[in-house]
């Protein structure tokens, strides 16, 4: 570069300069469209954060102020000391991390047969379990209001369960299959010759190489049960079987004043996905990119 | 190596052991046990997914049940009154619309938000505070996206002051309850909370296109619309494709955000087949009506899976 400018200093000069001033121009630009575009995706996120802190009184003051002097943790106070809100927290957090252990168990047995045996039905069963995910909840929601109700399951965390480990299931079920076809089988045909059961075969030696597997599939089986709304708006009733998703949304409708604390709600709500999504990026992005991590 | 082949010598070792009806009593063992495993799985399957589409479709064949004990059988009345209501076709439109406005602009969007980040003039930690934005209203489920977008657009909001501020607007617009603006509302709701997973699966098969191929580009004299166009898009096409197929059954499928936020409201502005619907079921208590709307979405959300299921197994091959 120094060579070639010094034996052609003009000519070489105003082409360097030239490519230096579209360079900069094309960075400009870059970093003009990269803060339109943070601004579009944190805006909404900021303004949220703000009003949470915000007095209720301070919400819609004009002219607008991101922070303004009525900031305080009262709002978040105010969810923690009210017990309906807090067991709406309980709620989700007992049908979501039962909902991954169970779903996270049926489908490390179904996973382990369909990559590991070979039997007759296998192919028209594996049709049905990935037909399945196209299914419309909307479509489920009429019969499964009816079959809960007769079940004796109508509001109850057992009639959550079961219908989200039904709902997470199909995608847990392959994703489990894809990674133990990854493994090579001479690991469990050399335990099994050894004479151990299928059983131990998969807790013993299968389920503690399988780990990275079974995080992905417990963080999509988690985050659809934490975020779900239909199912919780339709099959509960009692404010002591609601859900987060389902309590903002009544928070909203009895106290259509309390934006802050609305917005508060909304803030704790969101924390575990945010949490479990910077402790395992990879595997959610993993996940993503393999297709379904969203409901 | 070694020990693979030691192990191997093993297994003979074993085999030749192992007593003739301990074998026989194994493999009878063996060919029931996958059954076993998977019975949890099947049952599940069988009961809470056949069986419920099996029911609605049952509903939609008579004339009212749930509400009436002794409902009668009327064949395909249902589907005629459905399908010749305009409230079933309004639906239909704003589902159409609605899908088909946020499936592109996530597309566009995400891509966008993509080629930026994996931009070469950008440093790796700016880039990684971009990313992290970019990726914020993924993090948050319908039900926070909708309260919080409640909050934005409300006549007093800080949404409608920018835009009186700007003079975009004369007057405060209460967006999502203005009939002429509330589908564009819910719409620009939907892009906002869904382009990140479109930007993170493109953001991917960016980084694994060749960095050669636009080399060979630059070297033929190809500007940044031509790279695009001739290497980047086709590099793409496949994710593209897939991730616009499950985007579309997705979005037509969306229920909470439009429930939170209009209800389908005002006058029917933003209501889509899912709240369209529900409605039928749980504020009209009409069952059988809305099994019926229940089964046609499931067609139309069937004739799209076909097309992803297809293109999968073409890729595979």
Redo the contacts between chains.
């Keep these: 570069m120094t060579a070639i400018s010094k034996q052609a200093p003009t000519t070489a000069r105003t082409a360097a300069s030239r490519r230096a001033v579209r360079r900069g121009a094309a960075r400009t630009g870059l970093y003009a469209g990269l803060t339109a575009g943070a601004i579009f995706a944190g805006f909404p996120v900021l303004w949220m954060l703000s009003s949470s802190f915000k007095s209720n009184a301070n919400i819609f003051a004009y002219p607008p102020k991101l922070f303004d002097g009525s900031f305080s943790f009262a709002p978040y106070l105010a969810v923690f000391s009210d017990p309906v809100e807090i067991g709406y927290f309980a709620n989700s957090y007992i049908v979501a991390l039962s909902v991954t252990v169970v779903t996270l168990v049926v489908a490390l047995l179904t996973g382990y047969v369909f990559s590991r045996y070979e039997f007759p039905l296998k192919r028209i069963i594996s049709i049905v379990i990935i037909g399945v995910q196209a299914v419309p909840p909307i479509t489920l929601l009429i019969p499964f209001f009816g079959i809960m109700v007769a079940l004796g399951l109508y509001n109850t965390y057992q009639g959550l369960i079961i219908t989200y480990v039904v709902f997470t299931l199909p995608y847990a079920v392959i994703m489990m299959t894809a990674y133990f076809d990854s493994l090579p089988k001479e690991v469990d045909e050399a335990a099994k010759v050894d004479g151990a059961s299928s059983m131990s075969i998969l807790w013993r030696i299968l389920v503690p190489i399988s780990v990275p597997g079974m995080v992905s599939v417990g963080l999509y089986t988690f985050m659809i049960s934490w975020n779900e709304y239909l199912f919780a708006l339709t099959l509960t009733q009692t404010d002591d079987r609601r859900t987060v998703p389902v309590g903002i949304q009544l928070l909203m409708g009895q106290n259509n004043y309390l934006w802050n604390e609305v917005m508060a709600m909304s803030i704790l709500g969101s924390i575990p996905v945010l949490v479990l999504f910077l402790i395992f990026q990879r595997y959610f992005i993993g996940g993503l990119a393999a297709g379904a991590v969203k409901s | 190596m070694t020990s693979?082949l030691s192990?191997a010598q093993?297994?003979q070792r074993?085999?030749a052991a192992a007593p003739a009806p301990r074998r026989h009593h194994r493999t009878l063992k063996?060919?029931l046990?996958?059954?076993l495993?998977?019975a949890?799985?099947?049952l599940?399957?069988l009961g809470?997914?056949?069986?419920?589409?099996a029911?609605?479709i049952g509903?939609s064949l008579y004339d009212n049940v749930?509400t009436n004990p002794n409902p009668v059988f009327v064949g395909a009345a249902n589907y005629v009154t459905i399908l010749t209501s305009p409230a079933f076709w309004g639906a239909a439109g704003n589902t159409l619309v609605f899908t088909v406005a946020s499936v592109v602009a996530h597309m566009v969007?995400g891509m966008?938000?993509a080629m930026?980040l994996n931009?070469k003039?950008?440093a790796r930690v700016?880039r990684a505070i971009?990313r992290a934005?970019?990726?914020?209203?993924?993090?948050?489920?319908?039900?926070?996206v909708?309260?919080?977008?409640?909050?934005?657009l409300?006549p007093?909001?800080?949404i409608n002051?920018l835009l009186t501020s700007l003079g975009v607007v004369h007057d405060a617009v209460p967006w999502l309850g203005t009939a002429s603006t509330a589908l564009l509302a819910v719409t620009v709701i939907n892009i906002?909370s869904?382009y990140?997973?479109f930007m993170?699966?493109l953001l991917?098969g960016l980084q694994n296109v060749s960095t050669d191929l636009y080399e060979a580009a630059r070297v033929d004299g190809a500007g940044f619309f031509r790279q695009f166009a001739s290497v980047t898009l086709p590099a793409l096409r496949p994710i593209l494709y897939?991730m616009a197929l499950?985007d579309l059954?997705?979005t037509?499928?969306q229920?909470?955000l439009i429930?939170?936020t209009t209800g389908g409201g005002p006058l029917g502005a933003t209501e889509m087949?899912?709240t369209f619907?529900?409605k039928l079921?749980?504020n009209s208590y009409q069952?059988s009506m809305?099994?019926t709307s229940?089964?046609l979405?499931?067609a139309a959300?069937?004739i799209?899976?076909v097309f992803?299921?297809r293109r999968q197994r073409k890729e595979a091959q």
Excluded: C, H
Excluded at chain 2, 146 to 152: D, E, Q, Y
């Design positions: 693979s192990m093993n297994d074993k085999r063996e060919r046990e996958p059954y495993l998977i949890p799985t099947v599940l399957i809470l997914m056949v069986v419920p589409i029911i609605v509903y749930v969007i966008a938000f930026m931009s003039t950008m700016p971009f934005i970019y990726i914020l209203p993924w993090i948050f489920t319908a039900s926070v909708a309260v919080l977008w409640r909050l934005l409300d007093s909001g800080v002051y906002w869904g990140p997973f993170i699966s991917a897939s499950l059954l997705w037509t499928q229920f909470t429930w939170a087949l899912s619907t529900y079921a749980f069952f809305a099994s229940a089964v979405v499931l959300s069937l799209v899976a992803y299921v």
